[in-house]
């Protein structure tokens, strides 16, 4: 295993948390301890609040990975998992972004709200680093959230 250059001091970035030991396990892991982090542990202490920190990681981290090209994205959603994407509405002014199978919320019992402002916001940030232009992304609908065939995403381009 590779083993970071230099980190600074305490300093946690991309590049370092994406080098994987683990001899035995190896880089795969359940959804499990993801969704629990996200949806139960991250709520209970910051509240429904969650919902926006959430969506600010994620756009800070999406807008960090230096992506320039949209099929760097979905390679990346396609990698990490997040789900299966469907790009429908690709405009200069607007998109909608499907995701099928959804890392945060396929297979949950609805609970009548949307749930995964990561990933809108991983989105958003990914798309504004592509596009260099503002991008705002609200999830309008939701698969665990409310019951939706994908957590659909609209984007608005600034
Ligand atoms: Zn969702």
Do not use: S
């Not at 919902?51 to 990346?76: M, N, P, R, S, V």
């Not at 199978?101 to 680093?129: K, N, Q, S, Y």
């Amino acid at each position: 295993m590779q083993k970071p250059e230099n980190p600074k001091r305490g300093e946690v970035d991309v590049a370092n948390v994406l080098r994987v030991g683990r001899k035995t396990l190896g880089p795969e892991a359940g959804i499990a301890l993801y969704r629990l982090l996200r949806l139960v542990a991250l709520e209970d202490i910051i509240g429904r609040g969650a919902a926006g920190t959430a969506y600010i990681a994620g756009k800070k981290l999406g807008a960090g990975l230096g992506l320039t090209k949209l099929e760097d994205f979905l390679k990346l959603c396609h990698d990490l998992k997040i789900g299966v994407i469907k790009v429908p509405i690709l405009t200069n002014t607007k998109i909608h972004v499907d995701v099928y199978e959804c890392v945060t919320c396929d297979g949950m019992t609805p609970v009548g709200r949307t749930l995964c402002h990561f990933e809108g916001g991983l989105i958003a940030g990914a798309v504004e680093g592509i596009l260099k232009r503002k991008a705002r992304a609200q999830e309008v609908t939701c698969i665990g959230g409310l019951g939706h065939q994908t957590c659909g995403f609209d984007l608005e381009i600034g």
